[in-house]
């Protein structure tokens, strides 16, 4: 379901402007999701070429975060919409060894127009690894697509 602008044309008549309409969000605080990974060699630092040690790399700590939270409101939208990344914010506190398995957790905090803001938390067999907070926001696929393929 989608809300449409309401503004005033020249004449100062109401009209709805389809263009800038804005999704009623389905969304609800407490909605979460989890996902898992067994680390392998293609997850390492050394892999992401985000360093030179063979353990969990930052960068894929913070991709299951984000595969967590999308999965979290994914059923929940209308079709044509999905979500992307806005801001990430992520404490990386230990390692996590090739042959591990992590999980990640995102769980709805706060719903703020299209902007929806997760907690989100990352598991391994010997407790937490890391902590952190991901935004995101709901966007239509197509007039995202548009805006990014224009050519200025």
Partial sequence: ?????????????????????????????????????????????????SGEVPVLATPRVIALCEQAAFTAVAAELEPGQTTVSMKVQIDHLAPSAIGQTVTAEATVDKIQGRRIMFTVSVNDDHGLIAVGRVTRVIVNIEEFLAKASRSD
């Fill in 1 to 49: 379901m989608v809300e449409q602008s309401r503004l005033s044309n020249d004449a100062g008549w109401p009209f709805i402007d389809q263009s800038r309409s804005v999704p009623v969000m389905p969304v609800k605080p407490g909605s979460s999701a989890t996902v898992e990974l067994l680390v392998s060699d293609g997850d390492t630092a050394i892999a992401h070429r």
